[in-house]
């Protein structure tokens, strides 16, 4: 794995009040401990050569902080809703910060927190980041599992809250080591994009974490 782009992107370390991805198999007992294994596809490159460079409001700061005071967005351009049409799946979505410099996802895996200091779905240039936890123990398996599943040219869309649908193509689906996790992947320039992102590889019992990401972008359709 080529070395992780230098820049002030946030980590998905996804660490929130205690449910840094945890895993089903927590409740499991002696069971074996679940595994979340996908061959990569499509055409995104492994690590970006050269990443965009995010805009100043995506820089975190390292510390504990919700929403940054300034927002690249409008009201009406916030998503509310997730639609996976191959996997039958919808989602609420709802805007998050950091959290000591990773993204503050919601407690349910049910929910897809949008990275608001980020681009909007339908902006013309930029990544539209989404994200939540695979599963957790006391709530079970979360929505963006579905995201094993789903192949190049598989559509997405994103309903914001004025009503308008953006459309997106799976572009590719592939995982990364969490600590190579690229920053290029959260640019607020370069061409617009949506990524989604959730836990991956193995998963440790002890410290209840997975240990890698899995990524899927896709491009707007048109």
């Not at 959290?99 to 990275?115: E, I, K, R």
Request: with cysteine; net charge neutral.
């Amino acid at each position: 794995m080529a070395r992780r782009p230098t820049g002030p992107g946030p980590t998905i370390g996804l660490a929130v009040a205690g449910l840094a991805c945890l895993g089903a198999g927590l409740a499991l007992g002696p069971l074996q401990q679940p595994r979340v294994q996908v061959p990569d596809l499509g055409s995104e490159p492994a690590v970006p050569v050269s990443p965009a460079p995010p805009g100043p409001s995506s820089s975190p700061s390292g510390t504990a902080s919700a929403l940054p005071a300034s927002l690249p967005w409008t009201v009406a351009a916030s998503p509310r809703l997730l639609d996976l049409p191959t996997q039958r799946v919808r989602a609420h979505v709802v805007p998050i910060g950091l959290q000591s410099g990773s993204l503050d996802l919601p407690d349910d895996p049910h929910v897809v927190g949008w990275w608001a200091a980020g681009a909007a779905p339908g902006d013309s240039s930029g990544s539209a980041v989404l994200a939540a936890h695979l599963d957790s123990a006391s709530r079970g398996i979360g929505v963006l599992t579905a995201l094993t599943r789903v192949l190049p040219g598989d559509p997405m869309m994103i309903a914001d809250a004025a009503g308008d649908v953006h459309r997106y193509s799976v572009d590719s689906r592939r995982t990364y080591a969490k600590a190579d996790l690229p920053d290029a992947l959260f640019a607020r320039s370069g061409p617009p994009r949506l990524v989604l992102i959730t836990c991956a590889g193995h998963f440790d019992a002890r410290t209840g974490h997975y240990d890698s990401n899995l990524v899927v972008v896709a491009r707007p359709d048109g």
